[in-house]
Nanobody, 128 residues
């Protein structure tokens, strides 16, 4: 069974930066998978933010975070990072990491059903 742990959340002022980490363990070789980041604000549906192929490194981003967020991977550490810059109040929410059992990110968007294993989330609050 996979064990997925997110970390790096916190309180940051608008315009600030945070780097989230997602570490995956459980005896799998992440090279054959893709990893997604999602977020959920109170009262709103979970939204796909970014995805990375652990084999090719190809990435996808939601339009709302393009040019501000960068997803990256460290296969040796089974870890994926989400560097978040120029944070806005609307970036506030719980951020979740999820594993997809295919090496490529979904063709039609970063959507919940395409990801099977989820972490518990880390809270990001952007406020002055």
């Amino acid at each position: 069974q996979l064990h997925i742990v997110e970390s790096g959340g916190g309180l940051v002022q608008p315009g600030g930066s945070l780097r989230l980490s997602c570490e995956v363990s459980g005896g799998i070789i992440l090279d054959y998978y893709s990893i997604g980041w999602f977020r959920q604000a109170p009262g709103q549906e979970r939204e796909g933010v970014s995805c990375i192929s652990m084999s090719s490194g190809m990435t996808k981003y939601a339009d709302s975070v393009k040019a501000r967020f960068t997803i990256s991977r460290d296969n040796a550490k089974n870890t994926v990072y989400l560097q978040m810059n120029s944070l806005k109040a609307e970036d506030t929410g719980s951020y979740y990491c999820a594993v997809r059992g295919f090496s490529s990110c979904p063709e039609d968007g970063i959507k919940n059903p395409y990801f099977g294993d989820w972490g518990q989330g880390t809270q990001v609050t952007v406020s002055s």
